[in-house]
Protein backbone atom coordinates (compact mmCIF):
# COMPACT_ATOMS: atom_id res chain seq x y z
CA UNK A 1 0.00 0.00 0.00
CA UNK A 2 1.39 3.47 -1.09
CA UNK A 3 1.79 5.50 2.02
CA UNK A 4 2.34 9.35 0.53
CA UNK A 5 1.59 9.05 -3.10
CA UNK A 6 1.71 11.90 -5.87
CA UNK A 7 0.50 12.67 -9.01
CA UNK A 8 1.88 12.83 -11.85
CA UNK A 9 5.18 11.19 -11.40
CA UNK A 10 6.51 13.17 -14.71
CA UNK A 11 5.18 16.62 -15.42
CA UNK A 12 6.48 18.44 -18.99
CA UNK A 13 5.34 21.82 -19.69
CA UNK A 14 5.84 25.11 -21.21
CA UNK A 15 6.94 28.45 -19.97
CA UNK A 16 3.75 30.38 -18.55
CA UNK A 17 1.49 27.33 -18.54
CA UNK A 18 0.03 26.73 -15.12
CA UNK A 19 0.21 23.18 -13.73
CA UNK A 20 -0.70 21.10 -10.21
CA UNK A 21 0.69 18.61 -8.68
CA UNK A 22 -1.62 16.42 -6.62
CA UNK A 23 -0.44 14.46 -2.98
CA UNK A 24 -2.42 12.16 -0.67
CA UNK A 25 -0.90 10.47 2.15
CA UNK A 26 -2.84 7.20 3.61
CA UNK A 27 -1.09 7.03 6.97
CA UNK A 28 -3.76 9.39 9.04
CA UNK A 29 -1.03 12.02 9.82
CA UNK A 30 -1.60 15.56 10.57
CA UNK A 31 1.28 17.22 9.37
CA UNK A 32 2.18 17.68 5.02
CA UNK A 33 4.98 19.16 3.05
CA UNK A 34 6.44 19.84 0.27
CA UNK A 35 10.05 20.15 -0.63
CA UNK A 36 11.84 21.02 -4.02
CA UNK A 37 14.96 19.02 -4.99
CA UNK A 38 17.38 20.70 -7.62
CA UNK A 39 19.32 19.55 -9.92
CA UNK A 40 22.71 18.87 -7.34
CA UNK A 41 20.22 16.98 -5.47
CA UNK A 42 19.00 20.19 -2.65
CA UNK A 43 16.57 19.56 -0.37
CA UNK A 44 14.72 22.70 0.70
CA UNK A 45 11.31 23.13 2.29
CA UNK A 46 8.56 25.24 0.75
CA UNK A 47 5.48 24.39 2.60
CA UNK A 48 3.96 23.03 5.25
CA UNK A 49 0.25 22.41 6.81
CA UNK A 50 -0.85 20.81 10.08
CA UNK A 51 -4.34 20.30 10.69
CA UNK A 52 -5.31 22.14 7.45
CA UNK A 53 -3.44 24.89 8.34
CA UNK A 54 -0.34 26.74 6.66
CA UNK A 55 2.17 26.36 9.36
CA UNK A 56 5.54 26.65 7.02
CA UNK A 57 6.09 28.93 4.12
CA UNK A 58 9.24 29.44 2.42
CA UNK A 59 10.55 32.43 0.60
CA UNK A 60 9.32 30.73 -2.57
CA UNK A 61 7.30 32.88 -5.35
CA UNK A 62 3.74 33.36 -4.90
CA UNK A 63 3.31 32.28 -7.76
CA UNK A 64 3.38 28.89 -6.09
CA UNK A 65 0.02 28.22 -4.06
CA UNK A 66 -0.22 24.93 -2.02
CA UNK A 67 -4.17 23.96 -0.96
CA UNK A 68 -5.23 21.63 1.81
CA UNK A 69 -8.84 20.59 1.06
CA UNK A 70 -8.32 18.06 3.94
CA UNK A 71 -5.96 16.17 6.18
CA UNK A 72 -4.90 13.33 4.11
CA UNK A 73 -4.15 15.94 0.56
CA UNK A 74 -2.12 18.51 0.19
CA UNK A 75 -2.00 19.94 -3.82
CA UNK A 76 0.80 22.22 -5.23
CA UNK A 77 -0.32 24.80 -7.96
CA UNK A 78 2.09 26.46 -9.96
CA UNK A 79 1.39 29.55 -11.84
CA UNK A 80 3.46 31.07 -15.15
CA UNK A 81 5.86 28.05 -14.76
CA UNK A 82 9.44 29.15 -15.49
CA UNK A 83 12.66 27.70 -16.42
CA UNK A 84 14.04 27.40 -12.82
CA UNK A 85 11.09 25.78 -11.30
CA UNK A 86 12.21 22.44 -13.32
CA UNK A 87 13.01 20.32 -10.69
CA UNK A 88 11.56 17.18 -8.59
CA UNK A 89 8.78 18.01 -6.10
CA UNK A 90 8.37 16.14 -3.22
CA UNK A 91 5.71 15.83 -0.62
CA UNK A 92 6.07 14.26 2.83
CA UNK A 93 3.84 13.58 5.87
CA UNK A 94 4.35 13.22 9.75
CA UNK A 95 2.74 12.30 12.50
CA UNK A 96 3.21 15.36 14.09
CA UNK A 97 5.86 18.62 13.56
CA UNK A 98 8.47 17.10 15.06
CA UNK A 99 8.46 13.36 13.68
CA UNK A 100 10.08 11.56 11.07
CA UNK A 101 8.61 12.76 7.22
CA UNK A 102 7.03 10.13 5.02
CA UNK A 103 8.29 11.19 1.45
CA UNK A 104 6.15 10.23 -1.91
CA UNK A 105 7.62 9.18 -4.81
CA UNK A 106 8.28 12.64 -6.45
CA UNK A 107 6.93 14.17 -9.55
CA UNK A 108 9.54 15.62 -11.81
CA UNK A 109 8.89 18.84 -13.29
CA UNK A 110 10.56 20.06 -16.76
CA UNK A 111 9.60 23.33 -17.96
CA UNK A 112 10.55 23.97 -22.00
CA UNK B 1 23.00 30.62 10.25
CA UNK B 2 21.08 27.49 9.72
CA UNK B 3 23.27 24.85 7.77
CA UNK B 4 23.91 21.40 7.86
CA UNK B 5 26.97 20.03 5.65
CA UNK B 6 28.61 16.86 4.73
CA UNK B 7 32.10 16.22 4.78
CA UNK B 8 32.42 13.63 1.78
CA UNK B 9 30.51 14.42 -1.21
CA UNK B 10 30.99 10.63 -2.37
CA UNK B 11 32.04 7.74 -0.05
CA UNK B 12 32.90 4.46 -1.69
CA UNK B 13 33.48 1.12 -0.09
CA UNK B 14 34.24 -2.21 -0.78
CA UNK B 15 31.25 -4.58 0.17
CA UNK B 16 31.07 -6.08 3.50
CA UNK B 17 32.89 -3.30 5.47
CA UNK B 18 31.28 -0.66 7.02
CA UNK B 19 30.44 3.01 6.25
CA UNK B 20 30.49 6.15 7.96
CA UNK B 21 28.84 8.86 6.88
CA UNK B 22 29.67 12.73 8.20
CA UNK B 23 27.55 15.47 9.12
CA UNK B 24 28.08 18.92 10.70
CA UNK B 25 25.76 21.06 11.83
CA UNK B 26 26.05 24.65 13.02
CA UNK B 27 22.72 25.33 15.17
CA UNK B 28 23.28 24.36 18.81
CA UNK B 29 19.03 24.37 19.08
CA UNK B 30 18.89 22.12 16.81
CA UNK B 31 17.20 19.24 18.89
CA UNK B 32 16.26 16.86 16.35
CA UNK B 33 18.21 14.74 13.66
CA UNK B 34 17.47 12.37 11.12
CA UNK B 35 18.97 10.31 8.91
CA UNK B 36 17.51 9.84 5.26
CA UNK B 37 18.24 7.59 2.30
CA UNK B 38 17.79 8.41 -1.03
CA UNK B 39 17.79 5.76 -3.74
CA UNK B 40 17.97 6.78 -7.58
CA UNK B 41 14.59 8.37 -8.66
CA UNK B 42 12.91 7.76 -5.41
CA UNK B 43 11.87 9.62 -2.75
CA UNK B 44 13.94 10.58 0.81
CA UNK B 45 13.74 7.06 3.13
CA UNK B 46 13.81 7.29 6.51
CA UNK B 47 16.72 5.60 8.37
CA UNK B 48 17.08 6.57 11.80
CA UNK B 49 16.50 9.45 13.86
CA UNK B 50 18.08 10.92 17.11
CA UNK B 51 17.01 13.43 19.98
CA UNK B 52 19.53 15.67 21.36
CA UNK B 53 19.01 14.28 24.69
CA UNK B 54 21.54 11.07 23.11
CA UNK B 55 24.36 10.33 22.16
CA UNK B 56 23.92 7.43 20.11
CA UNK B 57 21.07 5.52 18.76
CA UNK B 58 21.09 1.79 16.94
CA UNK B 59 18.77 0.17 14.10
CA UNK B 60 19.08 -3.17 12.14
CA UNK B 61 22.58 -2.53 11.01
CA UNK B 62 22.85 1.24 11.17
CA UNK B 63 24.24 3.50 13.96
CA UNK B 64 23.72 7.35 14.48
CA UNK B 65 26.47 9.35 17.15
CA UNK B 66 25.41 12.78 18.00
CA UNK B 67 28.40 14.46 19.15
CA UNK B 68 26.64 18.37 20.48
CA UNK B 69 30.23 19.66 21.82
CA UNK B 70 31.45 20.08 18.47
CA UNK B 71 27.84 19.96 16.41
CA UNK B 72 28.80 16.01 14.76
CA UNK B 73 26.56 13.62 13.49
CA UNK B 74 27.31 10.56 11.89
CA UNK B 75 26.07 7.25 10.23
CA UNK B 76 27.59 4.23 10.58
CA UNK B 77 26.60 1.05 8.42
CA UNK B 78 27.67 -2.44 9.27
CA UNK B 79 28.81 -4.69 6.54
CA UNK B 80 27.96 -2.46 3.64
CA UNK B 81 25.90 -3.93 1.07
CA UNK B 82 24.86 -3.33 -2.63
CA UNK B 83 21.58 -2.29 -1.64
CA UNK B 84 23.10 0.67 0.27
CA UNK B 85 24.42 2.72 -2.70
CA UNK B 86 22.54 5.93 -2.49
CA UNK B 87 22.70 9.66 -1.42
CA UNK B 88 22.39 9.89 2.48
CA UNK B 89 21.34 12.77 3.98
CA UNK B 90 21.22 14.29 7.57
CA UNK B 91 18.83 16.80 8.46
CA UNK B 92 18.31 18.85 11.46
CA UNK B 93 15.14 20.04 13.21
CA UNK B 94 15.90 23.51 14.99
CA UNK B 95 13.94 23.84 18.82
CA UNK B 96 12.91 27.71 17.69
CA UNK B 97 12.29 27.31 14.22
CA UNK B 98 9.26 26.83 12.84
CA UNK B 99 8.97 22.64 12.92
CA UNK B 100 11.44 22.43 9.42
CA UNK B 101 13.99 20.38 8.93
CA UNK B 102 16.84 21.92 7.51
CA UNK B 103 18.90 18.97 4.88
CA UNK B 104 22.46 19.33 4.27
CA UNK B 105 23.59 18.52 0.71
CA UNK B 106 24.39 14.77 0.87
CA UNK B 107 26.12 12.39 0.64
CA UNK B 108 26.69 9.75 -2.07
CA UNK B 109 27.39 6.16 -1.21
CA UNK B 110 28.47 3.64 -3.64
CA UNK B 111 29.29 0.04 -2.72
CA UNK B 112 32.32 -1.58 -4.73
CA UNK B 113 31.11 -5.49 -5.39
Known amino acids: DTAVSQTPKYLVTQMGNDKSIKCEQN?????MYWYKQDSKKFLKIMFSYNNKELIINETVPNRFSPKSPDKAHLNLHINSLELGDSAVYFCASSRGTIDEQYFGPGTRLTVT | GESVGLHLPTLSVQEGDNSIINCAYSNSASDYFIWYKQESGKGPQFIIDIRSNMDKRQGQRVTVLLNKTVKHLSLQIAATQPGDSAVYFCAENIRDSSYKLIFGSGTRLLVRP
Open chain 1, 27 to 31: LGHDT
